[in-house]
């Protein structure tokens, strides 16, 4: 079992940057693929970002690809979203994510574990 916690959200304006950390307990981080989702208000929850178990291979939704970096370091149990060239539309809470699978997993439903959430809002 592994236990998951958001930092780093906060207001910044358009064209700016942000990092968000995922604190994870447990002893054997490694074993969980990790993903980053998104909800503004009213709309649906959305995968942003994911990185397999191993912190190799990575996907990103179209939205944010070429601005948005997710990075795993099983050593330290973290995973990282470091968000660039922010945008209004950005705006959301944020949710960090662990999955047992072994590769990118795209689908909610197959990650067992969720943080609180961290509110991101991006001032035009």
């Known amino acids: 079992q592994v236990h998951v916690v958001e930092s780093g959200g906060g207001l910044v304006q358009a064209g700016g940057s942000l990092r968000l950390s995922c604190a994870a307990s447990?002893?054997?981080?490694?074993?969980?693929?990790m993903g980053w989702f998104r909800q503004a208000t009213g709309k649906e929850r959305v995968l942003v970002a994911a990185?397999?178990?191993?912190?190799?291979?990575?996907y990103y939704a179209d939205s944010v690809k070429g601005r948005f970096t997710i990075s795993k370091d099983n050593a330290k149990n973290m995973v990282y979203l470091q968000m660039n060239s922010l945008k209004p539309e950005d705006t959301a809470t944020y949710y960090c994510a662990a999955s047992t699978r072994v590769q990118i997993v795209y689908s909610e439903d197959a990650y067992s574990y969720w943080g609180q959430g961290t509110q991101v809002t991006v001032s035009s």
């Open positions: 990185v397999t178990r191993s912190g190799g291979t990575t």
């Open positions: 447990g002893r054997t981080f490694s074993g969980y693929a």
